[in-house]
């Protein structure tokens, strides 16, 4: 797989190890993203970003195709954020799904050796009354390792070059 790219493609690879990811645009995804990428390069793996969207009473009177390209768009400029665009050398493969986002993840894994990769969010206990988080429902249903990623993880790595003056890491290709 090395030096293969494969992106804004569909469909999937039975027998392959993927790392399914989880961007709703927060700096917690980010570094999401950004840990899920160096996991897929090490072990060679499928990555699967996904943009879950689904039409309820707080988005209005959107459509559901608004919603879909604005998910879409949540993917692209992730990467472009990131990395400036989609980064070669791997096999990616995009999702946007019409589901809330616990139960569009976890309809990504296809095995239990995939990894799921999440961003830690920071609930307030306001939050925790409108239901449960992301993050336990795919802990509890996906099949497969959870990983959440703080969004100081990516802080921390962003720390030393830009004190420093050095280049950015995330937007190496």
């Known amino acids: 797989m090395t030096g293969t790219t494969t992106a804004n493609t569909t469909g999937t690879t039975s027998g392959t190890i993927r790392v399914v990811v989880g961007l709703s645009g927060s700096l917690s995804s980010l570094a999401a993203l950004y840990h899920s990428v160096g996991e897929a390069a090490r072990h060679a793996a499928v990555l699967v970003p996904v943009?879950?969207?689904?039409?309820?009473?707080?988005?209005?009177?959107?459509?559901p195709s608004e919603l879909e390209h604005a998910a879409r768009r949540r993917l692209d400029v992730a990467f472009e954020q990131a990395y400036g665009g989609y980064p070669s050398g791997l096999v990616i493969r995009p999702m946007v799904v019409n589901a809330e986002p616990g139960p569009a993840l976890v309809a990504a894994v296809t095995g239990p050796d995939d990894l799921l990769v999440l961003g830690a969010a920071t609930r307030r206990r306001f939050d925790r009354l409108r239901g449960p988080s992301v993050a336990r429902y795919c802990r509890h249903r996906a099949g497969c390792r959870v990983v959440e990623v703080s969004p100081s993880a990516l802080l921390t790595r962003l720390e030393l070059p830009a004190r420093t003056g050095a280049p950015l890491p995330l937007l190496a290709r």
């Open 51 to 63: 943009a879950a969207w689904a039409a309820g009473d707080k988005d209005g009177p959107h459509p």
